[in-house]
DNA sequence: CGGTAGGGATAGGGTTCT
DNA sequence: TAGAACCCTATCCCTACC
């Protein structure tokens, strides 16, 4: 039984991000020589930079697949006004139906490309606001999260038109200079990221 | 579609205490793969053996500290934040190497895995020492675990003689001024605590 | 030995069932 | 509501291979 448990802090992370981008994947020993990291990852090892680098990518690859999970669960507790602490904004919401995101082969009447209604097309902007509060809800993640993940989860999610990146840049931009949304610049971050507020 | 539920036996309960004091907490794949004890816990997991354990560590400080917990969360509603950084109990070290710490392979006789004949009257003073490390690590108290918790973890977990609560004291005693524990303090308790230290 | 990649085990937080 | 059993996965450990 080594440490307990070290959980990763978000400097760390963001460090580690920054030091991979510095100096590329498996040059973990570099990294942590790296003055410009080494006293935010002091307390790591190569080998523990090595375990959160993977950790990371699988999260980052598996990206929404647990927000079925959520939604399946959201859908049980049947009390209804439970609104506990600050839950910003809507409190989870079901994009697209349970059973549809799933590959649904078998799609009666053949092909039909079109058989998928959900594009966006038909998503008003507030729509579209919604399915970003609902990404940065269900990503969870405890600094809120980058375009990157927002985009990913999106098109994980959903029927996406070519645009939807530029659509939402634009979204979040207004949604945090007018709305929920809060920005969050970190010092080892090379991106900003968005969270929402109550 | 998950198992029915499989609960413990007092058998399994047993060899799981026993192969806890053979090969110390954390321990369970070997556990598992001790042939004392494999064939009693033939259809469980490590996890499961994990836990176990901790269910049975629950309910021995709840049986000890029930009342001060409760205190404290009335007095405190506001749930502890996050501590990461330098988590005070968090480094808590390693109070006997894993490899050395594994008891003389000499088990006493008894083969049948569900027979903890644990009696201290034959434990070393070293085992007890580690008794009572486990404990303290077991119990989880943020601020160290006093005499009585300790007692009490230790008569719920293991068979004890009559005179376990004097040795413990001692022992206490003893690895508080040369070992790796440490007394508390403090300010509005009226006993001291113990805790372990790297 | 020092370093990295992978596989596997453990620790803790959550969830489900009773 | 609580307790026991079980699940999820971040973190940590071990080993093979340079």
Redesign the interface.
């Known amino acids: ?7 990763w ?1 978000p400097e760390e992370e963001a460090a580690l991000k920054a030091g991979v981008l510095k100096h590329g994947t498996g040059k973990w020993r570099t990294i942590l020589s790296d003055p410009q990291f080494s006293s935010v990852l002091k307390s790591r090892s190569n080998v523990d930079l090595k375990d959160k680098w993977r950790n990371i990518s699988v999260t980052a690859l598996w990206g929404s697949r647990k927000k079925a999970k959520l939604a399946l669960r959201k859908t049980l507790p049947a009390p209804p006004k439970q609104d506990h602490t600050n839950n910003t904004t809507s409190l989870s919401i079901v994009p697209l139906a349970n059973g549809q995101e799933r590959t649904n082969p078998t799609s009666p009447g053949g092909s039909g490309a079109g058989s998928l209604q959900t594009h966006a097309s038909k998503r008003s902007i507030t729509s579209l606001d919604r399915i970003i509060l609902e990404a940065i809800t269900n990503l969870k993640e405890p600094r809120g999260s980058d375009r990157t993940s927002i985009f990913m989860y999106i098109e994980e999610n959903f029927k996406t038109p070519p645009n939807m990146k530029r659509n939402v840049a634009v979204r979040l931009k207004h949604l945090s200079s007018n709305g929920p949304l809060v920005k969050i610049k970190h010092k080892y971050r090379f991106s900003t990221n968005f969270t929402s507020v109550g």
């Open positions: 039984m080594g440490a307990p448990k070290q959980k802090t």
